[in-house]
C-alpha cells in the first residue's frame, strides 16, 4: 500500500511539474504572439502612412488608362468590370494594412491587455472541456460563464474576484489522487494543443508579406538603407510617368 501511495506520489508530483512547465511556456507563447501582432500593426500602420496615398494615387492612374484602353478597343464592359480590374491591381500590389485587425482599445491599451491575459488564464484553468465528468463539466460550465460574461463587460475587478474565489473554492474541494491525475492529463493534453496553435499563428504571421517585408526593411536600417523610402521614390516616379502618358493621350486627370 506504501508502495502503491509513493508511486501514486511520484505520478502525482511529475505531471504536475509537467503541467506546470506547459503552462508557463503557453503564457510566453502568447506574449509573443501579442508581441508580433503589434509589430504587424506597427509596420502596418508607417506602410499606411508613407505609401497608402501614394498606392491610391497609382491606382487611380491605372485605372483612367485602363478604362480609356478598353474605349479605344470598343470593348464594352460595365464599371463593375472596371472596378473589379482595379480590386485586382489593388491586391496585388503589397498592402499590409489590408491584413490588420484592430488590437488595442482606444480608451486604455493596457486595462485591455490586463483583461485579455486574466481571460486567458481563467479559461485555460476552468475550460469544461477539461472536466472528467459529467458533473464536474456542468460546474465548469456555470463559472465559465460568469467568466465570459465579465469579459464581454471589459470588467477587470470582477474577473479578478472570480479569479480569487473560483480558485479557491475548486482548490479547497476534496479531490482524490486518481482524479487529480485524470484532470491533469487531460490538461495537459489540452495545453498541448493551444501551445500547437499559437507556435502554428506566430509562424503563419513571421511568414506572412508584412512581416517579410518588416524583416527586409530591419535589414536595409541596419545597413543604412530606407526600403519604404525606395519604395516611396519609385512610386512617385511610376505616378509622375504616368501621369505625363495620360496627359500625351489627352485624357483628364
Request: aromatic residues 4%; hydrophobic residues 35%; without cysteine.
Amino acid at each position: 500500500m506504501n508502495k502503491l501511495t509513493k508511486q501514486t506520489q511520484e505520478a502525482l508530483k511529475a505531471i504536475r511539474a509537467k503541467v506546470a512547465h506547459r503552462r508557463e511556456y503557453l503564457d510566453i507563447l502568447e506574449m509573443e504572439l501579442m508581441n508580433t501582432r503589434q509589430a504587424l500593426q506597427e509596420f502596418s500602420t508607417l506602410y499606411r502612412q508613407r505609401l497608402g496615398s501614394l498606392e491610391t494615387e497609382l491606382n487611380r492612374l491605372e485605372k483612367i488608362l485602363d478604362e480609356d484602353v478598353n474605349m479605344r478597343k470598343g470593348a464594352k464592359r460595365s464599371n463593375g468590370a472596371g472596378n473589379a480590374e482595379g480590386d485586382k491591381k489593388n491586391s496585388e500590389e503589397p498592402q499590409p494594412h489590408r491584413q490588420q485587425r484592430k488590437l488595442h482599445s482606444t480608451k486604455n491599451p493596457d486595462y485591455e491587455r490586463k483583461i485579455r491575459e486574466l481571460f486567458r488564464k481563467l479559461a485555460k484553468r476552468f475550460h469544461p472541456d477539461l472536466a472528467n465528468e459529467a458533473e464536474e463539466k456542468k460546474q465548469r460550465e456555470a463559472i465559465m460563464a460568469k467568466i465570459n460574461q465579465a469579459y464581454s463587460a471589459r470588467d477587470l475587478k470582477a474577473l479578478e474576484e472570480l479569479a480569487r474565489d473560483i480558485a479557491t473554492n475548486m482548490e479547497g474541494d476534496s479531490v482524490g489522487p486518481d482524479k487529480e491525475y485524470l484532470r491533469l492529463k487531460v490538461e495537459l493534453r489540452n495545453l498541448e494543443t493551444m501551445i500547437f496553435e499559437v507556435e502554428h499563428t506566430i509562424r503563419e504571421l513571421d511568414l506572412s508579406p508584412v512581416m517579410q517585408m518588416r524583416s527586409e526593411a530591419k535589414s536595409e536600417d541596419r545597413a543604412g538603407r530606407d526600403l519604404l523610402g525606395n519604395m516611396e521614390f519609385d512610386l512617385k516616379l511610376r505616378i509622375a510617368e504616368l501621369r505625363e502618358h495620360l496627359l500625351d493621350l489627352g485624357l483628364e486627370l
